[in-house]
């Protein structure tokens, strides 16, 4: 997913592209620069805070590729702020806010949107009775699906669980796990990229995230999803909104993500270029408002065929229309 959203930036703008490395890995083949060479970074043990600093500081635009867990993504987009830099994602307060899901749980029932009831637990004291199992055990904070547990009732607790100091405890909701793309201006206006299926298989009461498949088409609840994003605010860029989808019950919101989401890799390959998203993006940001291309995006990407993608990134299998 980084090496695409380098490649696809580099051919949306005339300028070079700085990218990071850990030092402990191989050198990388770039395909992501035309004239200019691109310059890899590396960073080796306990450099990473003062580089990514410098380089936020030095860079035009910065796009930061973490996770919210720990507040690890938050950190970073609040050092980007400090040092007057310009970041390609969500603020800080919106990042905390879809980061802690049970704020997001209490946001989106706040404003009428579907969304499980949430409750704080500490897996070591038990979980209540009185909730109504099955239901999921995770992280308060968690992204891909990593530490998430299904449990049909408070005695059926996995021993790896009890190592989470704070988590949050939802009711199973039953459907297809999905997962929504939208691109979102500076302006806090959301434009729909599409809908897929994600991946997502159960192992021994553990859910395994395994990539995803798009498009995957549902009837209805689009404006609820676009809903959901805009009324966060704050956010920009790539968003993704993992929901669950039932024939007759519809749509149920599950979490929002303030950042770039693996899906990514799979719509850019059934784009007609590799400015197609990119381009939009940064003309969202810098320049011309979404406009035009915003109408274009929220009636349907330019898209031919489908795309299957795994956990990692990497594109298995893309098919014509």
């Not at 806090?188 to 498009?215: D, K, M």
């Not at 979490?255 to 693996?262: A, L």
């Amino acid at each position: 997913m980084r090496r695409a959203l380098a490649e696809d930036f580099a051919w949306s703008f005339d300028g070079r592209m700085t990218m990071t490395l850990d030092a402990r890995l191989p050198d990388e083949r770039d395909n992501w620069h035309l004239s200019d060479s691109p310059t890899i970074v590396r960073v080796g043990p306990g450099e990473e805070l003062a580089t990514f600093t410098r380089l936020a500081a030095e860079s035009d635009y910065t796009l930061c590729i973490a996770p919210e867990t720990g507040g690890l993504l938050e950190a970073r987009a609040r050092i980007i702020e400090s040092v007057g830099g310009r970041s390609l994602g969500s603020s800080p307060e919106a990042i905390a806010l879809c980061g802690d899901k049970l704020r997001l749980g209490e946001h989106l029932r706040a404003i009428g949107i579907d969304t499980p009831i949430t409750i704080r637990v500490n897996p070591r004291d038990g979980l209540p009775r009185d909730f109504p199992y099955p239901a999921v055990l995770k992280p308060i904070d968690g992204a891909g699906s990593i530490d998430t547990y299904y449990v049909e009732s408070p005695s059926d607790v996995p021993e790896s669980a009890l190592l989470m100091k704070d988590a949050i405890l939802q009711p199973f909701v039953p459907g297809t796990p999905m997962s929504a793309s939208f691109l979102v201006d500076s302006d806090g206006r959301a434009a729909s990229i599409g809908a897929g299926r994600q991946l997502v298989t159960l192992r021994s009461g553990r859910f395994v995230y395994e990539g995803g498949i798009v498009p995957f088409p549902i009837a209805g609840g689009g404006s609820r999803l676009l809903d959901a994003v805009e009324s966060v605010p704050g956010l920009l860029g790539w968003i993704g909104v993992d929901f669950a989808w039932d024939e007759s019950r519809g749509i149920t919101v599950l979490e929002i993500n303030p950042r770039v989401t693996t899906s990514y890799v799979g719509w850019r390959e059934l784009a007609p270029s590799r400015t197609a998203i990119a381009g939009v993006w940064l003309g969202s940001i810098h320049g011309p408002r979404l406009g035009d291309e915003r109408s274009r995006l929220a009636a349907g990407p330019p898209i031919s065929g489908s795309a299957r993608f795994s956990a990692d990134g990497r594109v298995d299998r893309v098919e014509s229309a």
